[in-house]
């Protein structure tokens, strides 16, 4: 497999991709850590092609897509979501001119690979093109893998709030940084 990708935006012919790379990447990362019946009525509100299409069509939101440039074709490989909503933006997040980095994640087989790092640099773009001065999100208190991730990217801990996986509720790190 060649290590050759590419990140651009996302379009509404997306929508179905993103939706099967989504739930599949979220899967693989929190599965063995979580009930299955909490990972399943999770997957069904956050994933479906009409979560994804509403997305796309969202101004305030910008999709995109990492894709392996493979001789048989180009795959989807990762994918970021920024969202821009200043009433949903959490007190604790006090920067200026706020955007969320609500998702960003890679297939397990492309970890290691630079795909993560090319999605942030490209959301951080994306960011300041939209005129966003803070970048946040909200980050599980136990993906450690995640966590060292952003630290690397100079995201600090500002506070944490409630993420509702299913019926379980979870500790998310609300993480910011200057952009």
Do not use: K
């Not at 990447?25 to 299409?53: E, K, P």
């Not at 970021?80 to 200043?86: D, F, I, K, S, T």
């Not at 893998?145 to 690397?152: C, E, S």
């Amino acid at each position: 497999m060649s290590d050759t990708f590419a990140v651009r935006r996302a379009l509404p012919a997306d929508a179905a991709t993103l939706a099967a790379l989504g739930e599949r990447t979220f899967r693989d990362t929190f599965a063995a850590s979580n009930a299955a019946h909490d990972m399943d009525a999770y997957a069904a509100l956050a994933f479906g092609l009409r979560q994804q299409s509403a997305e796309l069509g969202d101004p305030r939101v910008t999709c995109l897509i990492a894709e392996s440039a493979e001789p048989s074709g180009r795959h989807a490989i990762g994918y970021a979501v920024l969202r821009q909503a200043a009433d949903e933006t959490p007190p604790c997040v006090t920067g200026e001119s706020p955007i969320e980095l609500a998702r960003l994640y890679v297939d397990r087989a492309w970890h290691g690979r630079s795909v993560g790092a090319a999605l942030m640099r490209r959301a951080m773009d994306e960011a300041r093109d939209r005129g966003a001065r803070t970048l946040w999100l909200g980050v599980w208190e136990h993906n450690a893998r995640a966590r060292a991730f952003y630290a690397r990217w100079g995201f600090a801990e500002v506070g944490e709030h409630d993420f509702l996986l299913g019926g379980d509720v979870q500790r998310d790190l609300l993480l910011a940084r200057a952009l």
